[in-house]
């Protein structure tokens, strides 16, 4: 079965300052997906990013990067310029590449606090 | 496009009642998922629904949760009878056929005493 660890259950980062979020994965599948989804307090869930694991290249979003390093089955996310409001829950998650919409499995999400 | 829409929001029940929850996914929307996640934890799957049928339930507790989605459009999840570990937010999500992509309600938060 897939396993997401993350490990660090709250983070803080000044203002403007960049911050990194780590992630671990386990699975026995070569071919497969890795998001991180952002939850803000009382706010629905969307997509920060993703990653394909056949693209050795790493995913950008504007601000959001992340550094994936498949033999080691860790995927990180990086933000960039941090603003008030990237302060949320963040979720790392990870999806089988085969098999119709198959289901997504998460970490235990970590906190993120921006400070002003 | 609106997005997937989740009723109530809040809802407060005694250990033993029943409760059931509604979603109405993104029009078009053909999988619909259904999260539980409990407080400091990440969503987990109860029912995938491919159009109206069941693609993955193996987590859902059937004793005492069931879930529908008639004529594979919106879905309804029931608790019969809730427990206290059933305290959790639910949260429905939608995803367009062969996307990568789920999107995200806002979520159902029940509180059991």
């Known amino acids: 079965a897939q396993t997401v660890t993350q490990s660090q259950p709250e983070m803080s980062v000044q203002e403007a300052e960049t911050v990194t979020l780590s992630c671990t994965y386990d699975?026995?599948?070569?071919?497969?997906?890795l998001f991180w989804y952002k939850q803000p307090p009382s706010r629905q869930m969307i997509l920060v990013i993703r990653?394909?694991?056949?693209?050795?290249q790493n995913a950008t979003e504007n601000r959001f990067s992340v550094n994936f390093q498949k033999a080691a089955k860790s995927f990180s996310l990086k933000i960039s310029d941090s603003q008030l409001g990237d302060a949320a829950m963040y979720f790392c998650?990870?999806?089988?590449?085969?098999?119709?919409?198959?289901?997504?499995?998460f970490g235990k999400g970590i906190t993120l606090s921006v400070r002003p | 496009e609106a997005g997937v829409a989740q009723s109530p929001r809040y809802k407060i029940i005694e250990k033993r009642q029943s409760v059931a929850f509604w979603c109405n996914p993104i029009s078009g929307h053909a999988t619909l998922y259904w999260y539980q996640q409990i407080l400091g934890q990440g969503p987990k799957l109860l029912i995938q629904f491919q159009n109206n049928g069941v693609v993955d339930d193996s987590q859902l507790p059937k004793d005492r949760f069931s879930a529908e989605r008639l004529k594979g459009v919106d879905s309804t999840l029931k608790i019969q009878p809730a427990k206290l570990e059933d305290s959790a937010v639910y949260l429905c999500a939608s995803s367009p056929q062969r996307s990568y992509e789920q999107y995200f309600g806002p979520g159902t938060r029940l509180t059991v005493t």
């Open positions: 699975t026995s599948e070569s071919d497969y997906y």
């Open positions: 990653q394909e694991a056949y693209k050795q």
């Open positions: 998650a990870y999806r089988r590449s085969t098999g119709a919409n198959s289901k997504l499995t």
